[in-house]
Every structure is written in structure tokens, then in C-alpha cells.
């Protein structure tokens, strides 16, 4: 079977994350175990990240999240508190059905912590 790279993604400008294995008679979406890391891994990254920034841009509409540094608590960068960090784990139940215990909390504390923690939990739902 030859492969092909789908011309359209790249013009796009988006990572590929899908590769078309011509079988002789049609093209076949193809995944291969493992692209999620390496260049994959980084738009899905990418992707979780707006994610997170549209749920925080929703819970504080006066929030500048442009400028949000990755590494900085949101606390430390934003004017949140206790009540709007609740309405980010219930945004993220409501819109992508991931469940975030009590004590895993501590784990969304910045962008690239959140990034890390909700990843693997959201990554069905970013590759879809």
C-alpha cells in the first residue's frame, strides 16, 4: 500500500495527525499507534490548551488570558478565586465529561499543569 500525506492539512497550516494509506481501491484514515507523541502530541497540546483558555475566557469574561504565562499559577495572573476556579472543573465536566476529584485540584494550578493533568483525559475528545 502506498502512503500519502493529505495535501489539504498542510495547506491549512495544521500538523497532520491523519496519514491515507491508499489500498489500491480507496484511501483508508490511518493513525498509527504512538503519533500522539512527537509533532501530535504538540497540536493536541495546542488544542487542550485553547480549550482550557475558552473555559477560563467564559468563567472570568474580564480575564486577559492572552498574555498567560504557562508556569505562573492562574491565581497569581488573574483575579480568581475559589468559586471561579470551581466553575472551571464544572465547565470541564460539562463540556468534555471529565471528572476532576477534590485532591487531584492542586494538579490545575497553571495552563501547562493543566495541560499535563487533563491531556490524557481529553485526547479522545481532541482527536475526534
Given at each position: 500500500?502506498?502512503?500519502?500525506?493529505?495535501?489539504?492539512?498542510?495547506?491549512?497550516?495544521?500538523?497532520?495527525?491523519?496519514?491515507?494509506?491508499?489500498?489500491?481501491?480507496?484511501?483508508r484514515?490511518?493513525?498509527?499507534?504512538?503519533?500522539?507523541?512527537?509533532?501530535?502530541?504538540?497540536?493536541?497540546?495546542?488544542?487542550?490548551?485553547?480549550?482550557?483558555?475558552?473555559?477560563?475566557?467564559?468563567?472570568?469574561p474580564?480575564?486577559?488570558?492572552?498574555?498567560?504565562?504557562?508556569d505562573?499559577?492562574?491565581?497569581?495572573?488573574?483575579?480568581?478565586?475559589?468559586?471561579?476556579?470551581?466553575d472551571?472543573?464544572?465547565?470541564?465536566?460539562?463540556?468534555?465529561?471529565?471528572?476532576v476529584?477534590?485532591?487531584?485540584?492542586?494538579?490545575?494550578?497553571?495552563?501547562?499543569?493543566?495541560?499535563?493533568?487533563?491531556?490524557?483525559?481529553?485526547?479522545?475528545?481532541?482527536?475526534?
Amino acid at each position: 500500500a502506498a502512503l500519502r500525506v493529505g495535501n489539504h492539512l498542510r495547506e491549512w497550516g495544521l500538523l497532520l495527525s491523519v496519514l491515507h494509506v491508499w489500498d489500491g481501491q480507496r484511501a483508508r484514515r490511518f493513525c498509527p499507534e504512538g503519533l500522539s507523541r512527537g509533532l501530535g502530541r504538540n497540536m493536541i497540546d495546542q488544542q487542550i490548551r485553547q480549550m482550557i483558555l475558552d473555559i477560563i475566557a467564559v468563567v472570568a469574561p474580564d480575564a486577559d488570558v492572552s498574555d498567560l504565562k504557562g508556569d505562573v499559577r492562574f491565581r497569581d495572573q488573574l483575579e480568581m478565586d475559589s468559586m471561579d476556579f470551581l466553575d472551571i472543573v464544572m465547565e470541564l465536566r460539562k463540556r468534555y465529561k471529565v471528572e476532576v476529584p477534590k485532591e487531584d485540584y492542586p494538579k490545575l494550578e497553571t495552563l501547562d499543569s493543566c495541560v499535563a493533568y487533563l491531556g490524557p483525559r481529553l485526547e479522545a475528545v481532541v482527536s475526534t
